[in-house]
């Protein structure tokens, strides 16, 4: 029996119930029924295990069904309150998190920072969903608990491998308009002490959507000619139990994009960019009687080539140890070293980096309804300190009776950012003496949960405030731009979010909400004639909301999406915006029945569902209406 | 002499005025013939080029085409050129947008088979549009031209003639067309649409100006700005002044009694940018430095006001700001302009 979670999209985990021993439980395997009992998924430590404090935004498998293929970008921009400044369809798309920049978000695979060294940032459009299985994306500040980048807050995809599961394999494909054909193979083994899984990919759309072209004279509508995007790759995981007390696990991921950058409104560039990304992670644990020890290796190999003769070369290998144990029933701590080397071979420079980063976090439970978490981390790249960075969260359960609970949680934070090797290095410009980015912030959030019958709520509210400074902007100097520690912004806001099932007899409703404010404010000018003080920051929308229904009844589900995002602005001093937008998507979604030649589920959607002509940047063209079709078979 | 041109002058007034008695009521001047229009450039991969029109006072009319003809411009504007009533926006992204002179509306554009576009120059009912050519892989432009088209609205192209690598302003000399390109000047022959010969030039080729009736061709590099003097029976260069001006752009406008104004950037480390006045008749840099700034990006003499009108691009995160200065470099006042204020047209 298959019960259809369909929209159980994005939610906020508030585990008040157990204690920090037990970690957080994931909110999927409470689906519960379709779960072999004795399945036992390969062990990784939940990213939020020290995140008391923090808001969480779980995405599981399910989530990502019907996103599959795509990049990472469509599930964001549609299922959560964030923001992605996203240059066009399978186009750069760069992740803004509480008002903060591009690169003020630290990316994770497999527990392996993935932000290119270079840029200091992910584009998740060459995150293709299949890639991974599940995320985790924490809010507001990291950076004691994460490292560098992670201002704004954290992404986690992880792969998720199970023992005792036999064979499996899957075949996914998704065809849709414009030329969009993803599919994927996948198979696995697995038995009591070891798993294998081997996935392979290859995505393709034409692009070759319909656009007003505002910029000829009549503004004629034309179809774009050069957008095509071809992705492939391949995920392979290995997991290995040669004792009951240890484990040994593997991950690689080849992703390899090529892409027709679509131009500009009014630009006839004909840029193509090729991006090429391996990454490799190692795991040992070992399952002491109240210790836990964990050696990770990896690496991270990036190329980006632009245009056929500008080809960006960087590699990151990584080597971390820690050991948590019990130091009392209701004390657990962790503590570790990590240590990273960087090579880069750009268009332009070479350079070489290593980094060391030394790192403890502490969790407390009291009375088992006040829950502390305590992390520190020191950064230390080439010699230079890093800002220390301290942060404390809690969660303190202050209400509970049988129908509702209700809870406060608050975390005090510091974070930073080390400048990126392009920032440091680049020639010409590269500024050698930047100092990192760094930042300061404190929350405070209620968070309820309600039942009463057949309906469940679930909310909660967050409001922030964050001081960023020696924030790092490029200024055009003489013949060239260079970055300078310039700007410091005040980010403040709030986020609310909203789950709700209910059962009507053999009817299942879901409804989910996010909406999210942003007040992200220049505090500097760059010169005397510059009018950006006090000004909202650029392409960060003070409002987003989205909301979504969902239906399900015996093998069928549909859900209804709607995303709302507010006016941006186009530079700092606040006079260009581009409108507010507001999109409608749709689907419905069958699972094959039981008596069925093969397991499986077929879907389908239309996007965009009014035909909206709409632009998330300025003169970014968009697609209009659209319609996907995907099916899946099981073996 | 003297007498012969006051004469001349003469003749010219009491002309103009009999035309004008000819033709009946003087049709009132458009919104945007007087005043000064704002070359916005726009800032690179946002395509927000536009026009603003300041007349005076606090009246500045923001983004004029897409006010008018409700469109963005969607380019980048490298050069504003005017030619009878109609006004060439060149966009360096491959497109010329054709606007009426008097009011901005739409006339026409080229926008198929450009690349990037640079500026334009009209003879004989037909436009000469510079432009770099598609880049080679190295970011080299080995194949620039000349685009001709035969309509002064705009339309399609009907020839592309193959000039110097990276041509830029143009100058017409009865049929031959002068080209500034990055290394050289190119002359080309308009009665056969071909290239005839190129001049090799000491310094960058920036733009050519006209003092005293007759042509220069403004020319730096690291350390000299040059003023290469052509002659326009031969296009060979007669004469150059050359003065020490350290970090010269191509930025220059030309004043009152052969004075000029440079836009001077020392680049790193300190990048200051300056305004230097130099004196092409006393062959000499009167003051290096009349005013300093960050982010100078353009500059134009107005001679109906006698002032300096420099741009000032705020370092591209915003809108630019035009810095109004007198003859000797002291702020008279500031206009808020758009993105990348890079040049004037004074009417």
Not at chain 2, 198 to 226: H, K, M, Q, S
Request: glycine share 8%; net charge negative.
């Amino acid at each position: 029996m298959y019960i259809f979670a369909l929209a159980s999209l994005v939610q906020s985990s508030w585990a008040f119930d157990i204690g920090p021993d037990q970690g957080r439980r994931d909110t999927l395997s409470a689906i519960g029924d379709t779960l072999d009992l004795k399945a036992v998924e390969v062990f990784t430590v939940p990213v939020e295990k020290y995140a008391y404090g923090q808001s969480l935004i779980q995405v599981s498998e399910r989530d990502l069904e019907r996103f599959q293929g795509q990049a990472f970008t469509e599930y964001l921009q549609k299922q959560t309150g964030l923001f992605l400044r996203q240059h066009g369809p399978g186009m750069l798309a760069s992740l803004t998190m509480r008002g903060t920049s591009a690169g003020h978000n630290a990316v994770f695979w497999n527990g392996l920072p993935i932000n290119s060294p270079s840029l200091g940032q992910t584009d998740f459009s060459i995150l293709p969903v299949g890639g991974f299985d599940r995320a985790e994306i924490l809010l507001g500040s990291g950076g004691a608990l994460f490292g560098t980048d992670a201002i704004g807050g954290s992404v986690h995809l992880h792969t998720r491998l199970k023992f005792n599961q036999g064979f499996q394999a899957q075949v996914q494909s998704n065809v849709g308009s414009f030329g969009l054909w993803n599919q994927s193979v996948q198979a696995g083994f697995s038995a009591e002490k070891w798993s294998s899984r081997t996935q392979v990919y290859r995505n393709f759309s034409r692009n070759d959507f319909p656009f007003r072209n505002l910029s000829k004279f009549g503004t004629p509508v034309e179809r774009h000619e050069h957008g095509t995007v071809r992705q492939y790759g391949f995920v392979q995981d290995l997991a290995w139990r040669p004792t009951d007390r240890s484990q040994l696990s593997t991950s690689i991921w080849y992703n390899d994009s090529d892409r027709e950058i679509i131009p500009l409104i009014g630009s006839n560039t004909r840029d193509q960019q090729q991006d090429r990304n391996l990454r490799w992670v190692m795991d040992y644990f070992y399952f002491g009687r109240k210790n836990t020890l964990n050696l990770k290796g990896g690496l991270v190999s990036d190329e980006l080539v632009f245009n056929v003769g500008s080809v960006n070369k960087t590699r990151q290998y990584f080597l971390s140890g820690d050991v948590e144990w019990d130091i009392l029933p209701n004390i657990q701590a962790k503590s570790g070293i990590r240590q990273t080397f960087i090579q880069g071979n750009l268009s332009t420079y070479e350079a070489e980096e290593s980094r060391t980063e030394l790192y403890h976090s502490s969790n407390f439970s009291f009375r088992n309804n006040l829950l502390v978490s305590l992390n520190l981390r020191q950064l230390i790249y080439d010699g230079n300190f890093a800002p220390f960075t301290p942060s404390l969260g809690a969660e303190w359960e202050f209400f509970q009776d049988q129908k509702q609970s209700m809870g406060l949680k608050t975390m005090l934070a510091r974070s930073f950012k080390v400048p990126t090797l392009n920032d440091r290095f680049w020639v010409p410009g590269g500024n050698p003496e930047l100092l990192p980015e760094e930042s300061y912030s404190a929350e405070l959030g209620l968070v309820h949960e309600w039942k009463k019958g057949n309906l469940s709520v679930n909310q909660s509210l967050t409001y922030f405030q964050m001081w960023v400074d020696n924030w790092i902007i490029w200024l055009p100097r003489g013949n060239f731009w260079s970055p300078e520690n310039i700007r410091s912004v005040n980010n403040s806001g709030l986020e609310y979010n909203l789950n709700a099932q209910v059962r009507l007899s053999s009817v299942k409703l879901d409804f989910s909400g996010n909406y999210a404010f942003n007040k992200a404010i220049n505090q500097t000018d760059i010169d005397g004639n510059d009018r950006s003080f006090g000004k909202q920051l650029p392409y960060t929308p003070v409002h987003k909301a989205q909301g979504q229904v969902g239906a399900s009844k015996d093998i069928w589900s549909a859900f209804i999406n709607h995303q709302w995002v507010g006016e941006r602005f186009v530079a700092t001093d606040n006079i260009a915006s581009v409108a507010a937008y507001s999109l409608w998507d749709t689907g419905i979604r069958m699972e094959f029945p039981e008596r069925f030649i093969v397991k499986g589920q077929a879907g389908f959607q239309v996007n965009n569902l009014l035909n909206t002509e709409y632009q998330i940047l300025r003169l970014r063209t968009m697609p209009g209406r659209n319609y996907q079709l995907n099916i899946t078979i099981r073996l | 002499m003297k007498n012969v041109r006051l004469n001349l002058l003469l003749f010219a007034a009491v002309f103009a005025f009999w035309a004008c008695d000819n033709e009946g009521p003087q049709i009132p001047l458009g919104e945007f013939e007087k005043g000064v229009l704002i070359i916005n450039e726009g800032a690179f991969g946002a395509n927000d080029g536009e026009i603003y029109h300041y007349t005076g006072g606090d009246d500045v009319s923001a983004d004029i085409f897409e006010r008018v003809n409700n469109r963005p411009f969607a380019g980048l504007i490298q050069d504003l050129v005017e030619h009878e009533g109609r006004t060439y926006l060149v966009a360096n992204t491959g497109k010329v947008e054709v606007v009426d002179t008097r009011d901005f509306t739409s006339l026409g554009a080229v926008s198929d088979g450009l690349d990037i576009t640079r500026s334009l120059a009209v003879y004989q009912d037909k436009l000469f549009i510079s432009d770099w050519g598609p880049y080679d892989a190295n970011f080299n432009s080995p194949d620039s031209y000349i685009a001709v088209v035969d309509n002064l609205s705009g339309g399609t192209i009907s020839k592309k003639i193959a000039v110097s690598s990276r041509p830029e302003k143009m100058s017409l000399v009865g049929s031959r067309l002068l080209v500034a390109n990055a290394q050289n000047l190119d002359i080309v022959n308009l009665d056969t649409d071909t290239l005839a010969n190129t001049v090799e030039i000491e310094g960058n080729p920036a733009d050519f100006f006209r003092n005293e009736g007759n042509l220069y061709l403004y020319a730096r590099d690291a350390e000299n700005i040059y003023f290469h003097r052509i002659n326009t029976s031969n296009f060979s260069i007669q004469n150059t002044v050359t003065i020490a001006l350290a970090g010269a752009t191509s930025n220059m406008s030309l004043g009152r009694n052969g004075e000029i104004y440079v836009l001077t950037s020392t680049g790193f480390p300190d990048y200051d940018d300056a305004v230097a006045k130099v004196s092409i008749s006393q062959n000499q840099v009167i003051d290096a430095s009349i005013y300093r700034g960050s982010g100078l990006y353009g500059i134009g003499f107005n001679p109906n006001d006698n002032r300096i009108y420099v741009a000032d691009n705020n370092g591209f995160q915003g809108n630019g700001t035009v810095i109004v200065l007198d003859e000797s470099g002291d702020e008279v006042k500031t206009i808020p302009a758009g993105r990348g204020p890079s040049g004037f047209v004074f009417k």
